[in-house]
């Protein structure tokens, strides 16, 4: 079973092996209301558990045991959940095109821009709660989906492409009364109010039937 | 009778002739056909030797003339007429000397049996030039005192002729001989003038000058180019005195053994030596010495000074150069030193700047949290701190000052930099054992610098073991000899920490970490420019338990 989406405060991790640059945003986030934590390398990062808040992370892109990219590897490139703002002291050209490329949200470089960096806390966490909330509601048709019979789901996949009943009982080989029950079922059960709002969740699901032509 | 006009005739034809082999052809023609004689010998006297010139010989109507320049023999002619003639001056005339008592005897006219002879003497003045032989082989009493007139005023003709061809003669061939000596001469002349341009122009554009020294009597000679390197009056004669006041004073030395040298064993030498000119600017000469002796088998040097200035400064700006660039290689291939710099300084900056901003925030926060301002104030200043000490710390490193070079003895550095840190690493829980070889040699190097280094690898080893709690954090030092012939000096810092990723290791000596730990030292990217510069390695390697060793290890004194 699944939760909602969690409106819990967003946690910020920040991701740099310069205690100044840690220290500073710390108090930074802080003092903006959000949640933070600092670690001084990807590994001891990595070793922490997901969050449920929404969050993003603020990452050095030179770290001494993994560099920033490798990290965003292996956390997991399409995370919308946890969207990467990458930070350096370097900054190249051909490595800021590399960081967004990979789907960075930002690419700072240091001495760090203060309202450049929490304007672009901001965007990741409102990305970040989207996501979650999205990742909730699709967790929720799912589940409805898996309720259905594997009659209603012929129903619903038919139903989306816009048949009517009549048509439905011909193609399934039952009655039309037939059908009209396995679609009422299938509007409880997933919780429809409209045909338009079933296809919508039909199209979420990716759920259509392949008409043979 | 005497033919006047033939007589002429012949008179004239000898004193024509200049020439003198014609002149004794047409003297011996005329005098066979003057006298009626079959033979004629022409002997003239060659340095008081009487020698046989020519011979004319009557064939039917030719005559025939040879040349035998031979000496006189019994076989030639009756010996005593021409002892006779050669004695006395007089004429010798036989009318038969065949029948002749006095020529009985005579090989030559027993064996060839002539009638009649006539000797004659050609006298010039008083000095007896030559003589004449005629015989008749047929007839005797051929020669008529008319006849023997004739031929005496012929003979007397011949011998002013002959005086005059052979003074022609030598004349013409003086003549000849003293234009060929004369072309020659000029011809040597101007081969010697050229060469002397040549030289002079050669010396003139290499800057060379030649010289001669002759030892015994201490004369010099110079040549132009050589007075004007040293730039003395080419009128004043040189001498050793006037060469020695040039000479750069630090040189002297140098050039007194050198010339003792030169005395004493007649070697060949070369050397170079500065001279320090009037206006007290440096040239450098470059100087050949060849021993030779003279005709008097006294010793002399001939030699070349070249004036080698322009090379010689400009070897010397190019060895400065290299050495520079060299020094400024060494900075910048380290990693693209700039790089990491203003890497290393951003991250301060960097928490400064979020510091301020934070501070500000928090002081418009309603109400204001002071208490936060002060401390984000107070982590700013840290940070500002900090990006000082790291430049104040490169500055030291690599700009202007250079690297001390001293005997350095490590065991003592190393303990001195133990004894910096150990609160530190008491307080970091670290149990610290130190094992340093006894028989340690010192080594060449900046003492400081070392101590950063060893000062650098006990921070990281510390920090490495920070996080650590399930084993003792343990640190050991460790210092030995090593290498085949015990010629390199290794220290080692070994510690039970996190390690690193095999992968990464090199990645360690990239950057600076000067803002671990509190900024007490310098990073590995540092460290190992230093132990460079003492011709030495620094390197990683990950224990076989937990943790990892870092090492450095330089040649000791002594070891080129």
């Known amino acids: ?213 | 009778m005497i033919d006047v006009a033939t007589v002429i005739k012949a008179s004239q034809a000898l004193s024509s002739e200049l020439v003198l082999p014609s002149l004794i052809e047409t003297l011996v023609r005329i005098a066979l056909e003057q006298a009626g004689a079959q033979r004629a010998l022409l002997i003239l006297l060659k340095a008081d030797e009487p020698r046989i010139e020519t011979e004319a010989l009557r064939a039917h109507d030719t005559v025939e003339v040879t040349f035998r320049d031979a000496v006189i023999t019994p076989a030639d002619l009756p010996q005593v007429a021409l002892y006779h003639v050669l004695r006395t001056r007089e004429s010798v005339v036989l009318d038969d000397a065949s029948a002749n008592s006095s020529y009985s005897e005579d090989e030559y006219v027993r064996r060839r049996g002539p009638r009649s002879v006539l000797c004659l003497p050609i006298v010039r003045q008083t000095r007896l030039v030559g003589l004449l032989y005629l015989e008749n082989q047929l007839t005797p009493r051929a020669f008529t005192p008319d006849r023997v007139a004739v031929l005496e005023l012929l003979a007397s003709q011949a011998a002013i002729s002959l005086e005059n061809a052979r003074l022609y003669t030598d004349t013409y061939q003086e003549n000849c001989e003293h234009k060929l000596a004369l072309e020659r001469l000029r011809r040597s002349e101007d081969a010697l003038r050229r060469r002397e341009e040549f030289l002079k122009e050669a010396q003139r554009l290499s800057l060379t000058g030649g010289f001669v020294w002759r030892v015994p009597s201490n004369e010099i000679a110079w040549s132009r180019q050589l007075y004007r390197i040293f730039e003395f009056d080419p009128e004043v004669r040189v001498t050793l005195a006037m060469i020695g006041s040039r000479v750069h004073p630090e040189d002297l030395p140098m050039l007194g053994d050198m010339l003792e040298r030169a005395r004493n064993e007649a070697a060949d030498f070369e050397y170079e030596h500065r001279l320090l000119m009037p206006d007290r600017s440096v040239k450098y000469v470059h100087l050949v010495g060849h021993a030779t002796r003279d005709g008097n088998g006294r010793l002399e040097y001939i030699g070349a000074a070249q004036d080698v200035t322009q090379n010689r400064l400009a070897q010397d700006a190019l060895s400065k150069a290299q050495s520079d660039l060299a020094r400024v290689v060494r900075v910048t291939s380290l990693g693209a030193l700039t790089a990491s710099i203003a890497h290393e300084v951003n991250q301060p900056l960097s928490g400064i700047v979020t510091n301020a901003n934070t501070c500000l925030r928090m002081l418009a926060a309603d109400p204001p949290n002071i208490d936060g301002a002060r401390e984000t104030a107070r982590r700013a200043i840290r940070d500002a701190n900090r990006a000082s000490d790291v430049i104040t710390r490169l500055r030291a490193l690599f700009i202007k000052k250079g690297t001390a070079s001293e005997a350095v003895d490590l065991n003592e550095a190393t303990r001195e930099v133990i004894a910096l840190c150990v609160s530190e690493l008491q307080r970091g829980r670290v149990i610290l054992r130190a094992e340093l070889a006894e028989d340690l040699p010192p080594v060449t190097g900046d003492r400081v610098q070392l101590q950063q280094v060893v000062l650098n690898l006990l921070v990281n080893a510390a920090d490495a073991m920070s996080g650590v709690e399930d084993r003792p954090r343990q640190l050991l030092i460790k210092t030995e000899r090593e290498g085949d012939e015990g010629d390199r000096v290794r220290l080692a810092v070994q510690d039970t920490g996190v390690g690193f990723e095999p992968s990464g290791v090199e990645r360690l000596f990239e950057a600076f970490y000067t803002t671990k730990s509190g900024g007490m030292g310098i990073g590995l990217l540092v460290s190992r420019s230093i132990i460079e510069s003492h011709r030495g390695q620094l390197g990683a390697v990950l224990n076989e338990g937990p943790g990892a060793t870092f090492w450095f290890s330089i040649p000791h004194a002594g070891t080129r």
């Not at chain 1, 399409?78 to 051909?94: Q, S």
């Not at chain 1, 960075?104 to 409102?126: G, M, Q, V, W, Y």
């Open chain 1, 1 to 213: 079973m699944s939760s909602p989406a969690s409106l819990t405060t967003p946690v910020v991790f920040v991701v740099d092996d310069d205690v100044s640059v840690r220290e500073s945003l710390e108090a930074l986030i802080r003092c903006e209301g959000w949640q933070t934590e600092t670690f001084g390398s990807a590994r001891q990062f990595l070793a922490r558990s997901r969050p449920v808040a929404p969050s993003c992370l603020v990452l050095d892109m030179t770290l001494p045991d993994l560099d920033g990219l490798e990290l965003q590897r292996l956390i997991g490139i399409e995370r919308l959940d946890m969207p990467i703002i990458f930070i350096t002291g370097h900054g190249d050209v051909p490595m800021s095109v590399r960081a967004m490329k990979a789907g960075a949200l930002e690419f700072l470089t240091k001495p760090l821009d203060t309202e450049a960096l929490l304007s672009a806390i901001r965007l990741a966490i409102e990305r970040s709660r989207t996501a979650l909330i999205q990742e909730a509601q699709m967790r929720v048709l799912r589940d409805r989906c898996t309720s259905l019979s594997s009659r209603e789901r012929e129903v619903m996949a038919l139903v989306v492409l816009g048949h009517l009943n009549k048509e439905i009982g011909c193609e399934l080989g039952i009655s039309e009364i037939t059908v009209k029950a396995h679609r009422g079922n299938m509007m409880r059960k997933m919780n429809a109010k409209s045909l338009a709002e079933l296809v919508t969740m039909a199209g979420k699901l990716h759920i259509a039937a392949e008409r043979d032509k």
